[in-house]
């Protein structure tokens, strides 16, 4: 009987490893650059819509632009960092958020209070690392390193880059936990994430120029890029880029003012083992 379960388990657990590897990440999507907000699902391989999900209000209807997105690893929680714009009031800038991914409605946590006084830092890009823990990259003040308190939406920073503007800021971290950023318009390279010294590894090209704005890993290892162009609106187009040399492979046009982007994280095939060993066992002993 065990040896019959265990056969089940493995055969179960091949079929759901291919459903994986066959299934294309959900891309997500969110404007700011001096458009009102906006959620989009985008397809990853052109960077065309593929839906219109809503505007980026609250319950009472209030307008958020989004500069950072991120899906936490684990609570699945769509998270976003607010625009810091001048023309925005006062109560939607530089916020920890968090998205209905159905609805695009806007739940905020807190402010980040980071950066100079009187001119308040929001997160240029945001990232979870593997464990769950939420950092970012300030706007004002240089493109420091922080982490973030996903309760209060409280930003504390690791480190000083010795870089002192932010053009760009993107963020994303890989499955091994190393951090991967694009600080300025002309530099892609990694964070330490304990200190959050920068190292530069390339000068990335930019096909509608401007800088990037945000970067984000799918659930194969794949670390996607949004050029967002300099233009009024500005242009932006999906990329990828070689984390070892930086090389950047140009996907397409996407929706103009975009500034953010985050893929949906999926399951390890260890936590689906778990979860249909589970189920498995269950049925089994509801069988006697």
Known sequence: MHTRLFHALLCAL??????QSAHAATLYGATAAGAAGELYILNPASGAVVQDVGPLNDAGAVNYGMTGLAFSPVNGLLYG???????????????LVTID????????????NAGNVGTPATM???????????????SVGGPQLYSINITTGQATVIGNTGLTSTTGGGLGVSSSNVFFGTPTASRFGTYDSITGLYTNIANPTKPVGGAYAALSFDDTGVLYGLNLGSASPPPTHLVTIDPITGAVTDIGASVNSLDAIAFVPEPGAAVLFGTLAVTLLANRRRRR
Do not use: E
């Open 14 to 19: 091949g079929m759901l490893v291919l459903s």
């Open 81 to 95: 960092a607010t625009h810091n714009s001048g023309a925005a009031p006062a109560s939607t800038r530089a916020r």
């Open 101 to 112: 991914p159905n609805t695009a409605v806007v739940t905020v946590i807190g402010a980040f």
């Open 124 to 138: 240029a890009d945001i990232a979870f690392d593997a464990a769950g823990n939420l950092y970012g990259v300030g």
